[in-house]
């Protein structure tokens, strides 16, 4: 019998090694009590979050808790059934109206993760003889969508437009042409230059897919995201999101003003074949999408932890990966995988935790420290955020 996990021998001696030193293994961290968006007891200690993309800090808003609380005794726990049967309870056409009136937008359709929300979409949008030209630092969630759909896969350099419009030209004359692309980048935090992205893929007669998983709610005026803020919103086919980031619970979606949109709530097997979010999970999506559309002084505030705290981890001498802050992101970037489970480790004993990032995940063979900062975060949290950090860079001897 040929061992069918034989092939992650080699994963398995790599985590052995790293955990013989005595090393907190960083992948399986337990919360042990959540006090807030910022702040959670692991290990029984104290813990500044920075590495949980609630970046809008509504896990704990009153009304949207209380909004759960309500839908649970109206509802019940669970729906037990898909969207095209039992179900679709009111909760769930409110909460795409919701999204509806957030990106201005005619369709919406929730899934029950952004995972499934890429895997459904663009797994029917492009079949076997379509092509989708993607960024090739896309999600796994994108990746994955591409192969249950069986399309032709085309990827170009990470957000290069000159690879993009190549790509677009080499495609077959009249194949059908789909355009991937990711708002904010989250390995290193970095947005796409989207306006002349869906330009040229406009120009190539492709249609145009963003992933604004990590931009919703912050990015942009009304925070529909990248697209938004470089003006191009309407010139985008669908947009792709999350409810686990921003919106502080769970799900996913897709919106788009596609004539014939509706009709893919028949045709994707992965809304179709899956039961649909509990009622008070939509509850708690819906509440917090309505509070998100008056979120003004909140992300005002949020660019102003990520500036600091760019700006404070540079002064520190840490490289980091990007010039300058332009999401909520921010990639501490890390000599090795070791140097970085060690650095991982002295900030959790300082009472930080950030979110250790590691290939295949992360682009170019990097090892990253991820922090995604909160609107919930005091600039006296990023002070002491900044001196955690130049504790154990330096117990560590990642910066002199
Ligand atoms: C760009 C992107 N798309 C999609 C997803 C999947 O979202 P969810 O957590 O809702 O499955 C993620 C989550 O990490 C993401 O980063």
Redesign the pocket.
């Known amino acids: 019998m040929t061992d069918l996990f034989s092939k992650f021998d080699p994963l398995i001696e790599q985590r052995e090694t790293l955990l013989s030193t005595g090393l907190t293994d960083p992948f399986n961290l337990v919360m042990e009590r959540v006090e807030s968006p910022t702040v959670a007891i692991c290990n029984g200690r104290r813990t500044i979050l920075l590495g949980t993309?609630n970046y809008m800090g509504m896990t704990f808003d009153p009304d949207v808790i209380a909004a759960g609380k309500q839908a649970l005794d109206d509802y019940g726990s669970g729906t037990t059934g898909s969207r095209v049967l039992n179900g679709t309870y009111a909760g769930h056409k409110a909460c795409e109206e919701a999204l509806k009136t957030f990106y201005a937008m005619d369709h919406a359709m929730v899934f029950a993760?952004?995972?499934?929300?890429?895997l459904g979409i663009i797994s029917t949008l492009a079949g076997k003889d379509d092509y989708i030209v993607l960024d090739i630092d896309?999600?796994a969630?994108?990746y994955d969508g591409c192969a249950l759909g069986n399309a032709n896969i085309v990827p170009f350099r990470h957000n290069d437009v000159d690879a993009l419009e190549k790509r677009l030209r080499r495609i077959p004359e009249g194949a059908g042409k789909l355009v991937v692309l990711?708002g904010?980048?989250?390995m290193l935090g970095d947005i796409a230059p989207l306006k002349e992205m869906v330009a040229v893929s406009k120009a190539a007669g492709a249609m145009v897919l963003v992933?604004e998983?990590?931009s919703m709610g912050f990015i942009g005026e009304n925070g529909r995201g990248v697209a938004e803020a470089q003006g191009v919103i309407d010139d985008v086919d669908f947009i792709?999101g999350?409810?686990?980031?921003s919106v502080g619970t769970?799900?996913?979606f897709c919106v788009s003003n596609h004539p014939k949109f509706e009709i893919l709530r028949l045709v994707c097997r992965p809304y179709v074949f899956t039961a649909s979010l509990p009622p008070s999970v939509v509850a708690t999506a819906a509440t917090s999408i309505a509070k998100l559309m008056t979120g003004a002084d909140k992300r005002a505030h949020l660019w102003q932890n990520s500036q600091k705290l760019h700006a404070g981890l540079k002064a520190l001498g840490f490289t980091l990966g990007t010039e300058t802050p332009q999401s909520a992101i921010i990639a501490v970037i890390m000599p090795n995988l070791e140097q970085g489970a060690l650095m991982w480790e002295a900030l959790l004993k300082e009472g930080l935790y950030v979110n250790l990032a590691r290939p295949p995940a992360t682009p170019a063979n990097m090892t990253l420290l991820r922090c995604s900062l909160c609107a919930e975060h005091t600039a006296a949290q990023v002070d002491q955020i900044l001196g955690m950090f130049e504790a154990a860079g330096r117990a560590t001897g990642i910066i002199d």
């Open positions: 993309y993760t952004g995972y499934q929300a890429n896309s999600h969630s994108i990711e904010v980048y989250s992933d998983a990590h792709i999350t409810f686990s980031k769970v799900g996913g």
